[in-house]
């Protein structure tokens, strides 16, 4: 658990919650961040329902146009495409470098990456339409580093759905 002052990181969250207005798929994933970032205890069904919540709002963004433009706040969704799909450390992906993770990189600007390559990354490819929602920020990091944002996805032409942070590392780490 990293939070510097609690009070600076709740009004942060605060004012994230109030800029969800009544947004339910935004308001769930604040929660669902400021309770990581205050709770030493997992809770796994808040995260469930929070990406469920974001995933069912993605898939309102199916038939909008195209977005070149990164995300800017929680809670918001564009579709785009991935412009590149390669191993956390820039090769390309292949069987044999399944441990070495993935890195997403979307025609937004924006990218996930993962220290793993599970199922629900399978099949992905440069091209495909991707919905991408911004679900949290992190509040409690060094100013400047603005490295732990979750991205959920949900890749229109497989029809799967993961959620991934912004980069290998969070705020304040390696």
Avoid at 106 to 115: G, K, R
Avoid at 124 to 138: D, F, G, H, R
Avoid at 149 to 158: E, P, V
Wanted: proline share 3%.
């Amino acid at each position: 658990m990293r939070i510097g002052n609690p009070l600076v990181v709740g009004a942060d969250y605060l004012a994230d919650r109030r800029a969800s207005a009544s947004d339910v798929a935004c308001i769930a994933a604040i929660q669902a961040r400021a309770l990581e970032t205050y709770e030493s205890e997992s809770h796994p069904w808040v995260n469930l329902f929070a990406q469920g919540m974001m995933g069912r709002k993605a898939s309102t963004y199916a038939n909008s146009a195209y977005s070149h433009t990164a995300i800017i706040k929680p809670g918001e969704c564009v579709k785009t495409r991935i412009r590149k799909v390669t191993t956390r450390f820039g090769e390309p992906v292949n069987d044999e470098n399944a441990d070495q993770g993935t890195s997403i990189q979307y025609e937004n600007n924006d990218v996930q990456v993962s220290y793993e390559r599970g199922d629900d990354l399978s099949g992905i490819k440069a091209n495909q339409t991707v919905v991408l929602c911004l679900m949290s920020v992190l509040h409690d990091c060094p100013k400047g580093d603005t490295r732990g944002n979750l991205y959920l996805a949900l890749n229109l032409d497989t029809g799967t759905q993961w959620t991934l942070t912004d980069t290998q590392h969070m705020c304040g780490g390696a």
